[in-house]
């Protein structure tokens, strides 16, 4: 085990033009990490994964653990977290403080904060059908969800803009409750309270989709990394 790993299933580049099919099965990501975030198959909800269980957050906001399943795009480690201290403020200054606990803005990171949010808006993807439609289309398909005072994880990875293309620079960011009653892709937040940690990489693994004929024979060329900020953020 590898806790300097991160490892990376597909590429946010590879959805833009609708190759929402799974390639890899849930057990088997579960080998490479137990945590992280991604989506399944038709970009159906949100997945977060913590202590090897994997939570997904459908569109109807209803949270279920799931053991089957396959993603289009994970990403996963082994969860080996330093204590960075308290952090609270609104997301920009909430980020300011995560970036500065990891002294640096070039190597990919994960970031977990644990406490009680003043305010949280995340969303989640509708399952979509074949033929899938672009990556963009789904942006104006998906449920938005606002909680205020929830006490929950928010987790995630921050990707260096020196890496832009293999993942969408910045922090992409996924929210769980403490109850399971409320979750998703986080689009803002205020932490009122929470205890920061951080685990910096050394290592990279990125797997492709090597046997999907989808994949192989698809047009990537385009401002990928335009579509991608788009529907992220």
Known sequence: MNNQLLYQHGTLG????GLF??????????????TGIGTLTGLDGELIIM???????????????IENGAVPFANVHFAAFKSAGDIRGAA?????????ALGTHNLF????????????????VKAQQRPYPGLAATAADQAVFTREQVAGTLLG???????????SPGFHLHFLADDHQF?????????????LQTQVFSDIQLHLPTADSEFLNADLDGDLLGDITKAEH
Do not use: C, N
Not at 51 to 65: N, P
Not at 157 to 166: R, V
Not at 183 to 195: K, Q, R, S
């Open 14 to 17: 590879a959805l833009v033009p």
């Open 21 to 34: 099919q799974g390639t890899l099965a849930i057990g088997e990501l579960l080998k490479h990490g137990d």
């Open 51 to 65: 202590d090897g269980v994997v939570y997904q957050v459908s569109a109807t906001g209803q949270v279920m653990v």
């Open 92 to 100: 920009a200054t909430a980020q300011q403080q995560m970036l500065a």
């Open 109 to 124: 990171a994960a970031v977990q904060v644990r406490g009680t949010f003043a305010h949280m808006t995340t969303r989640a």
């Open 157 to 167: 990875y921050w990707s260096p803009q020196l890496y832009a293309g293999m993942a």
């Open 183 to 195: 979750g998703g892709h986080v689009l803002d937040y205020t932490v009122a309270a929470g205890t």
